[in-house]
């Protein structure tokens, strides 16, 4: 299993444009997920799927579209990137078992926007 | 509001000695704590998990605490290896419409000095 994957792993994007971060998982998790990690700060949810076809917002999605039309991938897209959305991104699928859920998180993409 | 504070921000020891990182959370409703390993340039990877009920889990040379009356863990490492100089994040999750949302501390960074 390659286990989740992210790409690219680097990208400097210019003020408003827009671009998509891929995310893929072959462990056929239900529960996929999107954060951003910042410097002094715990890692916050962007957006969030619990299924295929089905999404829902976290803490911080302003900025931030996302579909989810497979079990495997769950894109990130940037409508219109501004210099506070310079981040890293961490996608992360899970599987539920009994009371809690075991994540596992991509390597990251580390995006800075000028 | 939800937060989860660690202590120390950061740690240094030297190589073969024991050190105890401390998570402070007043997330409610809990439903479970994690602690994760984070490396520079990785993503999170998961060390221990407990439920409400449990208030001891190990792995390896991590063991983890959870009073879950004062809402306070710990994660203590024993014969410390330079492998494990990284970040250490304590997280709480709750589940919220059929999701584990997830609340990031903001990690103790861990240097073993040889």
């Known amino acids: 299993n390659a286990g989740v994957t992210q790409t690219p792993k680097f990208q400097v994007l210019k003020t408003g444009q827009s671009m998509t971060l891929q995310c893929a998982q072959d462990m056929n998790h239900e529960y996929m997920s999107w954060y951003r990690q910042d410097p002094g700060m715990g890692l916050r949810l962007i957006h969030y799927s619990v299924g295929a076809g089905i999404t829902d917002q976290g803490e911080v999605p302003n900025g931030y579209n996302v579909s989810r039309s497979t079990t495997e991938d769950f894109p990130l897209r940037l409508l219109s990137a501004a210099p506070s959305q310079t981040s890293v991104y961490f996608c992360?699928?899970?599987?539920?078992?009994?009371?809690?859920?075991?994540?596992?998180f991509g390597p990251g993409t580390r995006l800075t926007v000028l | 509001k939800n937060q989860v504070e660690q202590s120390p921000q950061s740690l240094i020891i030297l190589e073969g000695k024991n050190c105890t990182l401390q998570c402070n959370y007043t997330v409610s409703p809990f439903s479970n704590l994690r602690w994760y390993k984070q490396d520079t340039g990785r993503g999170p990877v998961s060390l221990t998990i407990m439920t409400f009920s449990e208030n001891t889990k190990s792995n390896g040379r991590y063991t983890a605490t959870l009073d879950a009356d004062t809402k306070q863990s710990s994660l203590h490492i024993t014969a410390s290896q330079l492998s494990d100089s990284a970040s250490y994040i304590c997280v709480v999750g709750q589940w919220d419409s059929g999701y584990n949302k997830l609340i990031f501390g903001a990690g103790t960074r861990l240097a073993v000095h040889p």
């Open positions: 992360a699928s899970s599987y539920r078992t009994g009371g809690t859920d075991t994540q596992y």
